[in-house]
């Protein structure tokens, strides 16, 4: 069994000088610095931090893989800029021509198909919004997926994921090798699992990928609505480990859209938004969503609710409550004060993005005026007693667990001042919800550990925090 000995680490943030001795997959000692080495491999940590190794809660691996090689529209400030940024990259005659993360909720103008038709006639252009709930296309590429009297070209929600889903993609081969060099780079970044909420079989996507190249990180395969009953037939379970996997797989939760999002006002919520009658968009109502969870739950499978305007929570906590199970509800944007408690009465973990909060603060502003003390409300959370995660759901923020930890300290990312700085939470408690709840390292636990060249209390942009190395199960998969 291989042995490592980290050789000098500070345990934890402001913690003592140690070496820390791992066996195989485990911690196996903890003792005053100057341990000899005996037949161990030696990573000597000068003077780095230890922490639990670092867990992105939710992300789309391939969409953040392929959106690493798109034209990046975050600076777009308008539809006509978004264009004049598409345009100005080359493509040849009939390429596809792929965009993504822009944010049309303060543009003075909207995204139509004529724009990106008189900027470039007659080609494919798929542009995609920065939460991936909007998929502005050209009239070419709305022929590539059989929508050609599209009025506007903008596909939201359903019709959006689903035109996703039958637009030209990468061969296989290339899109797994996109993914094995985002994994690499999200190593790098001291990340040791994360849980991939991509619309896919992901356990046969994963397990096709295991046999090729085993990743650097574990993944929680998540369970998309269509393949439930598929993944009731295979006998699969939430944390059950894929079999053959060597425990780098492991079953995920099943994942439920009650709601829309922010950015394409289709968040669902208790009033309308201003100057409109429209209250957001109810994706699966409570008739609908109860037997669904039911039926996921009685077959072992856990519920991951997508649930972002302050009614979609409601009803999300009140279908938990009436199933009588616990779960999750993925991003939690927006509650209501008398919803807070019930995450921690009812066993439902707020898995949050507090990278997107800088994102989102003016579209929030705009949309949710009067009511954004209780958004992304992760102070409010905590002091109500949730369990916090931390994910990012790239590709909506980078696969970059730092940038996360950041915003839920500082609350921004500019030089503006924070926004709502009561919401912010302290940076023991974010690093404990980066981790997946672990708030140190101890003899016998898991060897997935992050050693960062910085202390992180003592860093001056955490968003910058250097990773001296990264170790997955014993493993060593990164060291700078």
Known sequence: MSELLLRGVRRGVGGDLADVRLSGDRVVAITPPGEPAGAAEVLDADGGTLLPGLVDAHVHTVQWAAARRRIPLEGARSAAEAVDLVAAHPCGPGELVTGAGFRDGLWPDVPHKDLLERALPGQPVALFSGDLHALWLSPAA?????????????????????????????SRETQDRWVAEALEAAAARGVTGIADYEYTDTIADWTRRLAATPPPIRVDCVIARFA???????????????????????????????????????????????????????????????????KAWENGISPA????????????????????????????????????????????IASVQPAQQPDDRDVADRYWASRTARAFPYGALLAAGARLEIGSDAPVAPLDPWDGIASAVSRTDDDRPAWHPEQAIPLADTLSAAARGRSGVRAGDVADLVITAEDPAESADLRAMPIRATIMGGKVTFRS
């Not at 009297?149 to 039958?166: I, K, R, Y």
């Not at 009588?324 to 008398?338: F, K, M, S, T, V």
């Open 305 to 348: 609710v997508h649930a972002i305007g302050d009614h979609a929570n409601t009803i999300a906590l009140d279908a938990f409550a009436e199933v009588g199970c616990p779960g999750r509800i993925e991003h939690a944007q927006l509650l209501r004060a008398e919803d807070l408690a019930r995450f921690a009465e009812l066993g439902v």
């Open 228 to 294: 439930l009953d598929l993944a009731i037939s295979r006998g699969l379970r939430t944390g059950d480990v894929v079999p053959d996997s060597g425990g780098l797989l492991t079953v995920g939760p099943l994942k439920v859209f009650v709601d829309g999002s922010l950015n394409t006002r289709t968040a669902y919520c208790h009033d309308p938004y201003p100057g409109s009658p429209s209250f957001g968009l109810l994706e699966t109502p409570p008739a609908e969503l109860v037997p669904l969870l039911r």
């Open 142 to 170: 709305l022929k590539l997926v059989g929508r050609e009297q599209h009025p506007t070209g903008v596909l939201l929600e359903n019709d959006c994921m689903s035109a996703t889903a039958e637009l030209p993609v990468a």
